[in-house]
Nanobody, 121 residues
Framework: VQLQASGGGLVQAGGSLRLSCAVSGTVFSIDDMAWYRQAPGKERELVAAIPRGGNTDYPDSVRGRFSISRDNAKNLVTLQMNRLKPEDTAVYYC????????????????WGQGTLVTVSS
């Protein structure tokens, strides 16, 4: 199982970016999917989460600006980021809780490689 994230880049404050993360490999099912971020010198933090049922969750720092969605048929999770601020600058990681078709009874978390988002003031 592999997660491939894309869509990061440089944007001015107030702008928008859209991140995508595709899950590939021997996937039987995907439960929770989420985006985290890690800024220099800081711990990794949750940015948005979406279970298979679709009830999203956001911290106060991004609620109303970020929106997570998923396409279960394509094993894809996206993060739409609007009204970006310099403090949103970080490496963004996608995470998925996956049951592999090789062992559907066992679920584990997989992480993408990270994509850098830089917001200039």
């Amino acid at each position: 199982v592999q997660l491939q994230a894309s869509g990061g880049g440089l944007v001015q404050a107030g702008g928008s970016l859209r991140l995508s993360c595709a899950v590939s490999g021997t996937v039987f099912s995907i439960d929770d999917m989420a985006w985290y971020r890690q800024a220099p010198g800081k711990e990794r933090e949750l940015v948005a989460a979406i279970p298979r049922g679709g009830n999203t969750d956001y911290p106060d720092s991004v609620r109303g600006r970020f929106s997570i969605s998923r396409d279960n048929a394509k094993n894809l999770v996206t993060l739409q980021m609007n009204r970006l601020k310099p403090e949103d600058t970080a490496v963004y990681y996608c995470k998925a809780d996956v049951r592999s078709s090789r062992n559907p009874s066992y679920e584990r978390s997989y992480w993408g490689q990270g994509t850098l988002v830089t917001v200039s003031s």
